[in-house]
Nanobody, 128 residues
């Protein structure tokens, strides 16, 4: 079973940057697709970005041009570089992974399945 452990959250000022990482254990290779979801207080969980083994990457419109997702194949670590952070980026960020044949970056960004694995989350707080 895949275990996902996030790190790198914290509190920053608007305009600053943060880098989140997600280590993947009990899995020798990258799951077919991985990504990041977030959930702000009082709001529904939403997809932020996703990447798949074919190299396709997708982003929510709200973070395009500011966030960059990448995967280190050697270390099996998923990263999210978040630049030009805004107060509306404040949320709990969750690393997600799925290893089904039907998973793709595009699909994972918009929907998750019962087969999707979740990390425990890391808090990002952006103040103005």
């Amino acid at each position: 079973q895949v275990q996902l452990v996030e790190s790198g959250g914290g509190s920053v000022q608007a305009g600053e940057s943060l880098r989140l990482t997600c280590s993947v254990s009990r899995f020798r290779y990258m799951p077919r697709c991985m990504g990041w979801y977030r959930q702000a207080s009082g709001k529904e969980r939403e997809g932020v970005t996703a990447i798949d083994v074919d190299g396709d990457t997708r982003y929510a419109e709200s973070v395009k041009g500011r966030f960059i997702v990448s995967h280190d194949d050697a270390k099996n670590i998923l990263s999210l570089q978040m630049n030009s952070l805004k107060p509306e980026d404040t949320a709990m960020y969750y690393c997600v992974a799925e290893d089904t044949f039907t998973c793709s970056a595009g699909r994972l960004l918009t929907s998750h399945r019962p087969s999707t694995y979740w990390g425990q989350g890391t808090q990002v707080t952006v103040s103005s």
